[in-house]
């Protein structure tokens, strides 16, 4: 789980207790969402107020990448909050909550694959106004 005021990221067993912790020595800065990559065995983190993803080894906490700052292009982020990795671990989502909008990279190398917003606020009547959670199933993403 992320833990926003220790800045870091905590592993319990089912039975509740704490395995581990990491993340602080990579600088996060109140950490939100989380997501496991099954097929890279990685954990992705957002990084919500450093506006970055960051992406840790599951079993030893260790630093791999990170991509993103701050700002409105493609590849930036506004405070970004959940992530979802695609169920073949090529894919990553990140909900740029403050840019109103979601946007797709590549786990391989974090590279902007594309940016969704709403298509027509008025047919739907509604917005992209802050996405957080967001999930794939083997058909698509969900927000």
Not at 87 to 111: I, Y
Request: glycine letters at 10%; one cysteine or more.
């Amino acid at each position: 789980m992320t833990d926003r005021e220790h800045h870091e990221i905590q592993v319990w067993s089912p039975e509740g207790d704490l395995l581990t912790q990491f993340g602080s020595s990579a600088g996060l800065f109140r950490p939100t969402g989380i997501a496991y990559d099954q097929v890279g065995d990685q954990i992705v983190v957002s990084d919500k107020d450093n506006h970055r993803i960051v992406i840790f080894s599951c079993c030893s906490g260790q630093l791999l990448k990170t991509f993103g700052s701050r700002g409105h292009r493609d590849g930036q982020f506004l405070y970004p909050w959940g992530v979802a990795v695609s169920p073949d671990g090529t894919r990553l989502a990140v909900a740029d909550s403050r840019n109103h909008r979601v946007q797709l990279f590549s786990m391989k190398d974090g590279a902007f694959l594309a940016k969704y917003t709403c298509p027509d606020p008025k047919k739907f009547k509604l917005q992209f106004d802050y996405p957080r959670g967001l999930s794939f199933d083997l058909t698509g993403m969900y927000v």
